[in-house]
């Protein structure tokens, strides 16, 4: 289950308020309509006029639990009305005239708010917003699709943008054509991104495609991480290397990697400690780790959960460790969903899996195709 509803109603919001322009006459009228009350008591015709009028006049300051309900009722369909209403003016306002910026100010200051809630960085937000500018100002519309699409066509390019900036990498195509045996992935990232469970996802991938591996325990730091990924291991029938407990991480990561080169297993993958902070032990630690595995792609693990935070740590890890590639875990329990536009804008990296729950195959390349898809579904 993947939702990033926040994102998506964000850009929905503003393509409803289009929307609305294009409804029917008949639709609008029968919408303003709905606007006059309908509890019309002066209007009241009684044989008996006087009791009829002392009982509505109670009515009025008390009115039974019935009406009461029908009235808040009424008020909903009121607001919804006027809310309704609202829809039209914008349209209204700039058709036949040419767009200028201070006729789309408040919309866009609307669509700045929504994205900013929705993990999406300022700097990404300002792209959205400059490309929306480039695409409407200055235009003649006399018809509501017409601006439609001129709005959602802009902010699907956007979004392409922003997610293929940085070359794709296809993992399973990157195995197999380096001509290298074995090949070394190192993972790592905070405590509690989900280090541990996507290798288990990967290896299972890996499985999947028929290239075989071996997982390198090298969290020596949480003595459950080895009792997690020799879990792991089991139910994947896949080689583990663990070491003890305070062992030298480095020195794990060795042997298992001359344990792939004695079986022949095509690939390593290296679990590593997190930290709840990013710290320079850590750092040192991976340093090491990098420097005596020679891996051949690290892979930096984010949680779409820490929001904003996670860019901090992408850009500590690059300025301290480096890497080259990510993968955003946790993506189904992500109710926002901007952070993912961010990673790919302003990262230098291309985020190549998303984690989408806990299940082994609960791990999908990511394709920005897929993701303007999902956006803009209705
Ligand atoms: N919903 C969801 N949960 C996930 C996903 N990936 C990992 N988790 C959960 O996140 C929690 C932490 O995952 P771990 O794999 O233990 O994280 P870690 O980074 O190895 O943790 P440390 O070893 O402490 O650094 C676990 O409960 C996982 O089941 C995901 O894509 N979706």
Redesign the pocket.
Known sequence: MICFDKLKKAFNNLLDKIKGESKPEEEKKEETKQTAPTLQIEEAKSPRLEETQTQQKQEITNPPEGVQIAEKEEKKNIITTEEKKSRFSFFDFIKYKTIKEEDIQDILEELRYQLLESDVSYEVTEKILDDLKNAIIGKKVTRSEDLEELVTNSLKKSIEEILTKNQRIDLIEEIRKRNKKPYVIVFF??????????IAKVAYLLKKNKISCIISAS?TF?AA?QE?LAYHASKLEIPIVKGKYGADPASVAFDAINSAKSRNIDVVLI?T??RMHVDEDLVSELKRIVKIAKPDLRIL?LDSLAGNDALEQAKYFENNVGYDAVIL?????DAKGGVILSLAYELNKPVIY?????DYD?LIPFDAEWFIKRLFSS
Do not use: I, M, Y
Not at 189 to 198: A, F, L, Q, R, S
Not at 329 to 333: E, F
């Open positions: 990232g905070v405590n509690g991104v989900g280090k541990t469970t996507t969290d949480r991480a997690q679990d400690a997190g693990v875990t946790k993506v189904d329990a998303l984690g989408v729950g806990q609960s």
